[in-house]
Structures are given as structure tokens and as C-alpha cells.
């Protein structure tokens, strides 16, 4: 889960299938690295995702609904429309998953939690004036 407008990257969970709980638990990762609890937000704001059946199942749209957040899904076969998420990825996966030969599961999650904390509070980003995504949001606020 990123924020569009900080690109801070705020929630994820790693798992060797893809299930809607386990985008459930991404959002709510999100959501308290955000907003430091769970509950209904104050302020509607957009859910942006691909057509995956893991954010189009009703576990998952009904996890969106009951914290009050708006979901809006891109058109069908135009990555293009995600590209921030798509970008990160690519980002992601350059500059951290295929540099590592990861042993297990759990070490990938702590290799992977190192650098989105690198990316997020210590990686300048062009596109938000050299500042971090950590400084982006902090100016926002």
C-alpha cells in the first residue's frame, strides 16, 4: 500500500500464495502506519487497485468498506494507470529482492522491511524535490 501523494510505502505482507486476507492485513498495516490505530477514517479517501481476484473478493471489499475508505478499481490490462505501485515494484525488486538469495520466508521479510524503511526514510526521491517520502509526509502534515 502506498500513499500517491508521499509515496511512503505503508503496508505490505509477504506470502507464498496470494489471499485476500493476506491484502487485508497490508491494509491495516497501512492504515496504522497512517493513522497509528484501526478504525473508521475520518476523511473518505481512494483505495486504488488492479482487478486482482484478491482485491475484487468480498473479504477484502468489505474490509475496505468497514474502515470507511472508497475503492476504485483501474481499467482491466492498463498497468499504466498503477504506476506508482508498478514502479515500486520494479524499484523493489532492482534494488533489493534480486541482489539477496533469501534462506526462508521470515528472512525475506526482514531484508525487505530493512529497505522499504531505507526507501522511505532515508531514499531521496526526484519526483518530491530530493526529499524523502518519511519528509514529504511530514511537510504535508
Same mark, same amino acid.
Given at each position: 500500500?502506498?500513499?500517491?501523494?508521499?509515496?511512503?510505502?505503508?503496508?505490505?505482507?509477504?506470502?507464498?500464495?496470494?489471499?485476500?486476507?493476506?491484502?487485508?492485513?497490508?491494509?491495516?498495516?497501512?492504515?496504522?502506519?497512517?493513522?497509528g490505530t484501526l478504525g473508521r477514517v475520518e476523511e473518505e479517501f481512494l483505495l486504488r487497485?488492479?482487478?486482482?481476484? *484478491?482485491?475484487?473478493?468480498?473479504?477484502?471489499?468489505a474490509i475496505v468498506r468497514s474502515y470507511g475508505l472508497k475503492q476504485e478499481f483501474i /481499467? &482491466?490490462?492498463?498497468?499504466?494507470?498503477?504506476?506508482?505501485?508498478?514502479?515500486?515494484?520494479?524499484?523493489?525488486?532492482e534494488q533489493c529482492v534480486h541482489r539477496h538469495r533469501f534462506e526462508n520466508i521470515q528472512?525475506?521479510?526482514? *531484508?525487505?522491511?530493512?529497505?522499504?524503511?531505507?526507501?522511505?526514510?532515508?531514499?531521496?526521491?526526484?519526483?518530491?524535490?530530493?526529499? /524523502? &517520502?518519511?519528509?514529504?509526509?511530514?511537510?504535508?502534515?
Amino acid at each position: 500500500m502506498i500513499d500517491c501523494h508521499t509515496r511512503e510505502f505503508l503496508g505490505w505482507q509477504l506470502s507464498k500464495s496470494g489471499k485476500a486476507t493476506t491484502a487485508s492485513a497490508a491494509l491495516e498495516h497501512a492504515l496504522i502506519a497512517r493513522f497509528g490505530t484501526l478504525g473508521r477514517v475520518e476523511e473518505e479517501f481512494l483505495l486504488r487497485s488492479d482487478n486482482g481476484l *484478491v482485491f475484487t473478493s468480498l473479504h477484502f471489499t468489505a474490509i475496505v468498506r468497514s474502515y470507511g475508505l472508497k475503492q476504485e478499481f483501474i /481499467t &482491466p490490462h492498463c498497468p499504466q494507470q498503477n504506476v506508482m505501485v508498478e514502479r515500486f515494484i520494479r524499484t523493489l525488486k532492482e534494488q533489493c529482492v534480486h541482489r539477496h538469495r533469501f534462506e526462508n520466508i521470515q528472512h525475506a521479510m526482514r *531484508v525487505i522491511s530493512d529497505w522499504i524503511g531505507f526507501y522511505n526514510n532515508r531514499r531521496p526521491h526526484q519526483a518530491l524535490a530530493m526529499r /524523502t &517520502p518519511a519528509e514529504a509526509f511530514r511537510l504535508a502534515a
